[in-house]
C-alpha cells in the first residue's frame, strides 16, 4: 500500500489507538504470567485469569525465545491444549518484531485457524530482569471497536455480446497470469471481509488489470477503486468502519465466499476463454461476468452457485 496514500494514514491512526489500549493490559498480563513462567499448569491459569482483562482478544498464548508456544491457548472458551508446542516463529507477527520495543503490534495478516483478516500484540516478557520469551495475543479485526468508528434486475441470466473484434480474435489469445492471480489466496480472504463485515455491497474484480472497484454503505455515491498492492495487505480493513450485513440483500453473507471461489474456477478452467473480471451486488443478487472474448453474462446468484442453468451449459 502507498506509504502516503490517505487510507494508509488512517491506517496508521487506527493502529496507534489499537496500540495504546492494549499497551497495559498486555504488559500486566506478561507480569502475571512471568512469575509462573516455569509452570505449565500455573501458567495454562494465569493466562485463563489474564485474557478477561486484555480486551477483545480471541486467544492469548506463551511462547519461549525462539517462537514455540509453551503454553496452551487461552481463549474466551477455555484452553486449547492441542496448540501447546505449536512453532510460530514463521507467522507474520513473528517475523516483523520490533526488538526495541517491549510489545509490537503485528499489521493484519489471515489467520490460520479462522481465514480471516486478524491482528496479533507480541509482548516481552521478562523473569528477574531476563528476556525470557513473548506473550501473544490474537484478535479478529471485526471484534475491535476501532474498525467499527467512521471513516432491481431480472432475476433471470442474460448474456450481452461484446466487440466483434474481439470475439474473432479470441482464439488467437491466451490468458498472462496476472499479479491479482498470484495472490488470490490472499485477496479473497480480504474482498470477502469488506463485503460481509465493512459494508461493500457491490464489488468489482478486475483480475486481468489486478484491481478492484468497491461501493460501500456508508458512501454509496462514490466508488473506491483499489489496486493490488492494497488487495494484497489485509490491514485494508482497519480503513473502513464495521457495517453490519445488511438484512434485506438479496444475497446471504454465507453466499460470499462460494462465489468468490467460482470467481477463481472461471479464472483458471481455461486459458483462452477466461474471466477477465467479476462482479457481485448484494442488493439486486446479480452476478456479472465478463470474459476474454467481451462477453458479458448477468446471472442470479442462485443460479451461478447450482450451475444447473443455460449459463453453465454454455461453458
Not at 507467522?91 to 479462522?114: G, K
Request: glycine share 4%.
Amino acid at each position: 500500500m502507498p506509504k502516503n496514500s490517505a487510507r494508509k494514514k488512517h491506517i496508521l491512526r487506527q493502529r496507534d489507538m489499537l496500540y495504546n489500549m492494549l499497551l497495559d493490559p498486555m504488559h500486566r498480563a506478561a507480569r502475571r504470567c512471568a512469575r509462573v513462567w516455569d509452570d505449565k499448569e500455573k501458567l495454562d491459569r494465569a493466562l485463563m485469569k489474564s485474557i478477561g482483562q486484555v480486551p477483545y482478544c480471541s486467544y492469548l498464548y506463551a511462547m519461549d525465545l525462539n517462537g514455540v508456544q509453551v503454553s496452551a491457548n487461552a481463549s474466551q472458551d477455555g484452553l486449547i491444549e492441542s496448540d501447546y508446542k505449536r512453532n510460530r516463529a514463521q507467522r507474520p507477527y513473528m517475523l516483523e518484531l520490533d526488538t526495541d520495543r517491549e510489545m509490537t503490534l503485528s499489521s493484519a495478516y489471515i489467520s490460520m485457524r479462522a481465514n480471516r483478516p486478524s491482528l496479533t500484540a507480541v509482548q516481552k516478557v521478562h523473569v528477574d530482569g531476563e528476556h525470557v520469551g513473548y506473550l501473544g495475543a490474537d484478535f479478529d479485526l471485526r471484534d475491535l471497536p476501532i474498525t467499527k468508528e467512521l471513516y432491481s434486475e431480472p432475476g433471470r441470466w442474460r448474456q450481452i455480446k461484446g466487440d466483434p473484434a474481439i470475439r474473432a480474435q479470441v482464439f488467437k489469445q491466451i490468458r498472462i497470469q496476472s499479479s491479482l492471480d498470484d495472490q488470490l489466496d490472499l485477496v479473497l480472504p480480504v474482498l470477502e471481509e469488506l463485503v460481509t463485515e465493512h459494508g461493500a455491497f457491490q464489488m468489482e474484480i478486475h483480475f486481468s488489470s489486478s484491481r478492484a472497484t468497491l461501493w460501500f454503505m456508508q458512501d454509496p455515491y462514490r466508488y473506491q477503486l483499489v489496486e493490488i498492492d492494497e488487495l494484497t495487505d489485509p490491514d485494508i480493513c482497519l480503513a473502513y468502519p464495521h457495517h453490519p450485513y445488511a438484512q434485506d440483500t438479496q444475497i446471504p453473507q454465507e453466499s460470499i465466499r462460494p462465489i468468490l471461489q467460482t470467481f477463481r474456477h472461471l479464472r483458471f478452467a481455461d486459458d483462452t476463454i477466461y474471466l477477465r473480471a467479476g462482479s457481485i451486488n448484494l442488493f439486486n443478487g446479480i452476478v456479472g461476468l465478463n470474459f476474454s472474448c467481451d462477453g458479458s453474462h448477468y446471472i442470479p446468484y442462485e443460479q451461478f452457485l447450482a450451475r444447473d442453468s443455460a449459463f453453465w451449459d454454455g461453458i
